[in-house]
Each structure stands twice: as C-alpha cells, then as structure tokens.
C-alpha cells in the first residue's frame, strides 16, 4: 500500500497489554488530551507532548548499567542491536511518534549548522551563550516555506506552479496570521537543527479551519538529539487580488487529507516501535542488575 512506504516496509505490530502499561509511563499526553478529538481545534493542545525529551538519553543510560553489571554474549548482541537501531532512527523515535514525517520529500531543515553570529549577544558584543530566540522563528518560518515547496517538487508535481504561488504574493497565497514558540532548552555553537512541520487537525473534521490550517513544528538540536524549541503556527489562505482571506484551494485540501493519514500512520507505527525498545531494555535490565542476585561487575586486577 502507497501509504505506507514511508515507513520503510517495516510491518506494524500489535500492542500487547505489557506494552500498553509502559505507553502509559512513556507518553505524557493528559487524560483530557488523549479523549479529546484530534481534530477538533477548540480541544487539541498546541503542545501535544510525546516521548520524554530525554527519552534517548535515559535509554542509552538504561543500558550502559546493565553492561556495568555483565552480560552473556547473547545479551551484548542484543544491546548492541538495540543501541544500533536508535542510532539509526532517533529522528524518527523523536519526532515520527508525535506524527511528524521526517523523509526528505516532507522535512523543512536537515541538519542545517548553526552559525556562531545567530548567537545572543550583549551590548558590548560579547557572546552570551546561546542562540538568540529570534533565530527560533527564522528556522521555522525557513522550514515552513521548504515543507510547502516539498508539495510542489516531490509530492503534487501536477500542481508544482500553485503550491510555490502559495510561497508568494501571486493569486492565492498563504499568510501566517500568528505564531508561538516554545523554548525547551538554549542550543549553542556548534550544532545542527533539523526542522520538521505536521498539521494540527483533520482537514476533513467539520471542525476544521475552512480558511487555512494550524502546523506544529519540532525545531530538533542534533547534538542534543531532543528538541530545542516547539512551534504553533496559524496560517490563512488569502487571495492577494480580492485582498481578503479565502478558502482552501481544492489541491491543497485533497493533499492536506492525505497527509494527516500519513502522520496518523507514522505516529502509531513509531510509538510502537519505542514500545518494542522499552520491552527489549526491559528485559534486558531484568537479566542483569536487577535480580536478586545480581552483582556490579568492576574489573579484576586478576
């Protein structure tokens, strides 16, 4: 199936009731959020948070303590294994599980490098460490115009001239009416930023915006591997010769609607894969440290 080859062939699993227990602990998405209606924009949070932001690093933490304590070649192969894979698909860890897609015809930045002049600085021009904030919006508006221009170069070709008009001041264009960010930690030089974009809402849901569509964006530190800053972002059709706001161009709303699948499907397939990790680390750290006879293994001067 179309659809699902973003997703490497990988087939989806079910999840088991000792998966569901640890989705409990590992997404902390509120009660009210998890039963609210995704599309609906009067419930949805402009922070739907995922994994935990250190979920990698907690991880790789998880499993170096069961190396400390000794393991069987079998075990090693295993973590070794494991280890791999989130060296391999961290992004996507990250990011796929909250239903962004991170292939290259869909993302906005990769792996762009931070300059040392987008760095705060003081009167005197002395650096103060980190990246100034305005920057923040600059990535995501940069990242916002490549994931519309993606449509017109890798996604909907047939409709290549209207999706980069949207980029313009040409006909019917695309505004940003409001903007919010979320600073989650100060990144510094060097590093690098991958930016992705997703829809907030159902375009199909009643509920929907008629005039426009609200994005997320996850601004990502690459030396962090978590993100740096969120963004909410409320975008309008507007027709720049009757010079109001307009609905939804056809094309546009047809390949919106396949879009959010696609993030539905990335999200439960990801998430899915984190469930998979946590029970094989689980099992892991049952087999080492923590047994009742379990015993640190520091060397020998032997």
Not at 172 to 177: A, C, D, K, S, T
Request: aromatic share 10%.
């Amino acid at each position: 199936m179309m659809l699902l080859q973003t997703f490497r062939g990988r087939s989806l699993a079910l999840v088991s009731a000792q998966n569901s227990l640890l989705n409990t602990r590992l997404f902390s998405i509120s009660t009210a959020l998890q039963n609210a209606p995704a599309s609906d924009p009067g419930t949805t949070s402009k922070k739907p948070h995922g994994i935990d932001p250190r979920w990698l690093t907690i991880t790789k933490r998880r499993i170096g303590r069961c190396m400390m304590f000794g393991l069987k070649p079998p075990q090693i192969q295993e973590a070794g294994e494991v280890l791999q894979q989130i060296a391999n698909d961290w992004r996507e860890l990250v990011a796929g599980s909250e239903g962004y897609l991170t292939d290259e015809t869909r993302r906005g930045l990769f792996q762009q490098s931070v300059a040392w002049g987008e760095m705060s600085l003081t009167f005197m021009s002395t650096c103060l460490g980190h990246v100034n904030n305005v920057t923040y919006t600059r990535y995501a508006e940069t990242a916002r115009v490549y994931y519309t221009r993606n449509f017109a170069m890798h996604i909907d070709p047939a409709h290549k001239k209207e999706w980069i008009n949207l980029v313009s001041s040409k006909g019917i264009g695309l505004i940003l009416r409001s903007i919010t960010i979320d600073y989650k930690f100060p990144m510094t030089y060097p590093d690098k930023v991958t930016v992705y974009h997703k829809l907030v809402h159902d375009p199909s849901s009643p509920k929907a915006p008629h005039h426009g569509f609200h994005l997320q964006a996850v601004i990502i530190s690459e030396a962090h591997q978590r993100p740096a800053a969120r963004v909410y972002e409320d975008n309008t059709m507007y027709d720049y010769k009757a010079n109001k706001k307009t609905e939804l161009p056809p094309f546009v709303f047809e390949q919106l609607k396949t879009t959010w699948k696609l993030q539905e499907q990335a999200k439960k397939f990801w998430q899915q894969r984190i469930l998979d990790i946590e029970t094989r680390v689980r099992t892991l750290e049952t087999e080492s440290w923590d047994r009742e006879d379990a015993v640190e293994d520091t060397g020998s001067a032997k």
